[in-house]
């Protein structure tokens, strides 16, 4: 095992696909630059050791809620490891306090975009203000606060009752990090990154896209990737294919989903659809119950699977446009290949991205329609085939390139200005 003299990082994720990848994808960027890497994490999503032999890895506090993790189990973590810095996700918030106690340095990452961190203090004064809870939850008022935000952008999980959400992010602001990191980059959302400077006074660290950075070493998913969907759409024509993946969380029906696959065929496009095993389990028997001419449209134009090689999919040229619930992961994937999207927020943090990519950025087509056949044809046809399509798909080209030249040096820059900060810490 490589770096184990380096200086010994524990890093703590949430055990959900969208905290985890980015967390182990920061993992190999810091072990490529001396750090001796520990993975603490739950049984539940563990990830594979074998995809990462430099790594030492360490299941920690299953079953237990936050109010019962005491410094115990992180003492435990501490001594047996010696370790010198602990860097966490935000959404584990109540790691701050024990880290104090043991008078461990630690460093926030933040697995949403900044924008969204922004919008906590933003709620907070909405509050004391006393707009918060909302009468119209589908509100297009403009946040006076931050006003590329409509109310019902806001990613407050029940608008009329914030109660829970609030609650949650007084505490993320109220810990004292060293550091806070960011995967986003230059040129995406630097007016939010200035004010978070501004309103936190700390080191931010926008370090992003980890997908790219962290690619350069290795495979990082947690799931195993389905076969053949690369070969498949190496046998399409360039900018043909739909990409369809709604989220590793976000569940669907079965009635949605047929309405899905009827929609999708009718469309007459090529597509490659995931669909979480979650979702359908038997997913020959699924298709067996349809229709014969949607079932023919999906078996003769689609691809289905469990788990997709997301980022490969999203970088090739078969690949013209991408239908998604928009987490901050995905955002980042599909903007740093130019793909132009149909987005379908559902909750929390992707309210806010979707605002982002369809009003700020202009790259995304804002679809909150009940899912419903027809609609799903429309959408879809608007976004493969139609001038409207070509227009948003024209915009996400040059985007990347803007983005590309943007982070060009500056993450570098800001990864080197973390690793500094990190060895600056006096214990
Ligand atoms: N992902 C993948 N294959 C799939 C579906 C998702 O590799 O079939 C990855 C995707 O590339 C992204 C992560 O899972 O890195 C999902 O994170 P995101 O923040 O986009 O959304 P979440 O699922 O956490 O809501």
Redesign the pocket.
Known sequence: MENQNGPHLVLIPPP???HM?PMLQLATVLHSKGFSITIAHTHFNSPDPSNHPNFNFLPFFDGLSSTQITSKNFVDIASTLNCLYNLYDGFFHFIDSLAKELKLPSIVFRTTCATNFLTYHVCAHLQTKGYLPLQDCKSLDLVPELELLRFKDLPIFNLRNPHDFLHCTSKNLSITPLAVIFNTMQGLEDSSVIQLQQLHKINLFPVGPL?MIANEFNNI?I?R?SDGCISWLNSKARKSVLYV?L????SWEEKELTEMACGLANSGQSFVW?ILPETVNNVSEWLESLSEDVKLGVTERGWI?K?????EVLAHEAVGGFWS?Y?????L?SLWEGIPIICQPHFGDQRVNVRLLSHVWKVGLEWCNVMERDEIEKVVRTLMVNQEGEELRERATELKHEIRLATNGSSSDALNGLVKCILSIKM
Not at 327 to 331: K, P, V
Request: hydrophobic share 35%; net charge negative; charged share 5%.
């Open positions: 959900f696909h969208g990848t997908h998913s799931m990737e993946s989220g590793s969380i976000a995931v699977v788990w997709a090689p997301q980022s619930h987490g901050w992961n995905s955002t994937e």
